[in-house]
């Protein structure tokens, strides 16, 4: 499983755009890169995923540049609600792969008005 | 839509004390997991299951038990709870397409060991 390292944790303001970058530079060929929202007191939720390029949704964007050695989140116009810990993860997703689904520390995103 | 319910959502023990925590999913997923997370910390693998009758050991299984007699459940057992496994205990179920694994959580269960 790749390891992956993150900021521990982000400043930002109401209104700007935040970019969490992720580190993963032992990623492996059949990996995918998932990124995960947890609020306190929730169980994480699944924000977006992806392998190769950037993928985009309604929620935010994924950067994963070439070599694929590191991703980027990146959140549009933050509100005070995106106050939350942001966890990235990587994995081989097919069918048949060990099933395992590990977390690291995540960073902590705290927005100001 | 109840997605994943976990059962209870709070419990306090004595050391020494057993119990067995629910998880239930009814989105017919193969892949279920139980997480610990301790206060300013991430979630830790305990124990994972990809199939119904399987089971697989995470980061930090010591002191725990599961079982996956039915698809729909995971059980996560304490047999003699201790102070250390004071924590809120996350479970979640995924799927297992090539396409997208995303895995969803239930709304956790707090317990405190004294």
């Known amino acids: 499983l790749a390891k992956t390292t993150q900021p521990i944790s982000m400043d930002s303001y109401e209104g700007q755009e935040v970019n969490i970058t992720c580190s993963h530079n032992?990623?492996?060929?059949?990996?995918?890169i998932t990124w995960y929202q947890q609020f306190p007191s929730q169980g994480p939720r699944f924000i977006i995923q992806?392998?190769?390029t950037k993928v985009t949704n309604e929620v935010a964007s994924l950067f994963i540049p070439a070599d694929r050695k590191s991703s980027t989140l990146s959140l549009p116009r933050v509100s005070l609600s995106d106050t939350a810990v942001y966890y990235c993860?990587?994995?081989?997703?097919?069918?048949?792969?060990?099933?395992?689904?590990?977390f690291g520390q995540g960073t902590t995103l705290q927005v100001k008005p | 839509n109840a997605g994943v319910t976990q059962t209870p959502k709070f419990r306090v023990l004595k050391t020494g004390q057993s119990m067995t925590l629910l998880c239930a999913q009814d989105?017919?997923?193969?892949?279920m997991y139980w997480y610990r997370q301790d206060p300013g910390m991430g979630l830790r693998l305990i124990h994972y299951?990809?199939?119904?009758?399987?089971?697989a050991k995470g980061e930090v299984p010591d002191g725990y038990n599961v079982s996956r007699l039915k698809k729909q459940n995971f059980l996560l057992g304490l047999e003699s709870a201790a102070p250390s496994q004071t924590s809120v205990y996350f479970c979640?179920?995924?799927?297992?397409?090539?396409?997208?694994?995303?895995?969803?959580f239930g709304q956790g269960t707090r317990l405190t060991v004294v």
């Open positions: 299951s990809v199939g119904e009758g399987t089971t």
């Open positions: 993860l990587v994995g081989d997703i097919a069918v048949g792969n060990t099933g395992k689904l590990i």
């Open positions: 032992n990623i492996a060929t059949n990996d995918y």
């Open positions: 992806g392998y190769k």
């Open positions: 989105m017919n997923h193969e892949y």
């Open positions: 979640a179920s995924s799927y297992t397409g090539a396409q997208n694994t995303e895995a969803f």
